[in-house]
């Protein structure tokens, strides 16, 4: 069973950083696609980011495009989200998710059926 944990969520002021971790842990399949999401209280989920794990790309919404970088670390199963110029719409709980088959895409279309618990981020 594939289990997600985040971690790094805190309160931070506007223009402040933060930084996300997702560790994961008990897959045996290649994890090909990792994703941050975030819903805000009376808002859908929104996909914030995502890193193809072969090679390396990364994909960003356009809400955070040059703000927020997303990373891997494969010796420690651990992807990260690097949170900068954080503002105050960035608040949210942030979910890591995960996709273990090479399919087309690795964005928001993507089927993400491994998800973590959440990390709370309050921008205030």
């Known amino acids: 069973q594939v289990q997600l944990v985040e971690s790094g969520g805190g309160s931070v002021q506007p223009g402040g950083s933060l930084r996300l971790s997702c560790t994961a842990s008990?897959?045996?399949?290649?994890?090909?696609?990792m994703a941050w999401f975030r819903q805000a209280p009376g808002q859908e989920r929104e996909w914030v980011a995502s890193?193809?794990?072969?090679?390396?790309?990364?994909y960003y919404a356009d809400s955070v495009k040059g703000r927020f970088s997303i990373s891997q670390d494969n010796a420690k199963n651990t992807w990260y989200l690097q949170m900068n110029s954080l503002k105050l719409e960035d608040t949210a709980m942030y979910y890591c998710?995960?996709?273990?088959?090479?399919?087309?895409?690795?964005?928001?279309?993507?089927?993400?059926?491994?998800w973590g618990q959440g990390t709370q981020v309050t921008v205030s």
């Open positions: 998710a995960a996709v273990l088959v090479d399919g087309a895409w690795c964005d928001a279309r993507a089927d993400f059926r491994y």
């Open positions: 008990g897959y045996h399949s290649p994890i090909y696609c």
């Open positions: 890193i193809y794990t072969v090679d390396g790309s990364t």
